[in-house]
Nanobody, 122 residues
Framework: QVQLVESGGGLVQPGGSLRLSCAAS????????MGWYRQPPGKQRELVAT???????SYADSVKGRFTISRDNAKNTEYLQMNSLKPEDTAVYYC????????????????WGQGTQVTVSS
């Protein structure tokens, strides 16, 4: 059974920083792409950033230059460093990972974390 567990959310003032973590545990053979999504209040879930197994990254235009995604392959963990936070960054943040559970697993499967709340407010 694979689990993704996020941590690091909370309340922060505009201009502040937060670092989110997402640890994958359970039966994991290899992880391909990892990513962060967010769902603002009353809106649909949207892509924030992704990172491949080789470290290639991509970002939503709204967070470029402010957020940085990274991963530690040895720990099966990804991070999202969020700087210069704005009230419009308020959302539930979800991590995901595309992975194989064993060496004989045929397909990669997408898993999601449970989400962590980030609130940017003075």
């Amino acid at each position: 059974q694979v689990q993704l567990v996020e941590s690091g959310g909370g309340l922060v003032q505009p201009g502040g920083s937060l670092r989110l973590s997402c640890a994958a545990s359970g039966s994991i053979f290899s992880i391909r792409t990892m990513g962060w999504y967010r769902q603002p209040p009353g809106k649909q879930r949207e892509l924030v950033a992704t990172i491949t197994s080789t470290g290639d990254t991509s970002y939503a235009d709204s967070v470029k230059g402010r957020f940085t995604i990274s991963r530690d392959n040895a720990k099966n963990t990804e991070y999202l460093q969020m700087n210069s936070l704005k009230p419009e960054d308020t959302a539930v943040y979800y991590c995901n990972a595309v992975l194989k559970a064993t060496s004989t697993t045929t397909y990669y499967t997408l898993y999601w974390g449970q989400g962590t709340q980030v609130t940017v407010s003075s």
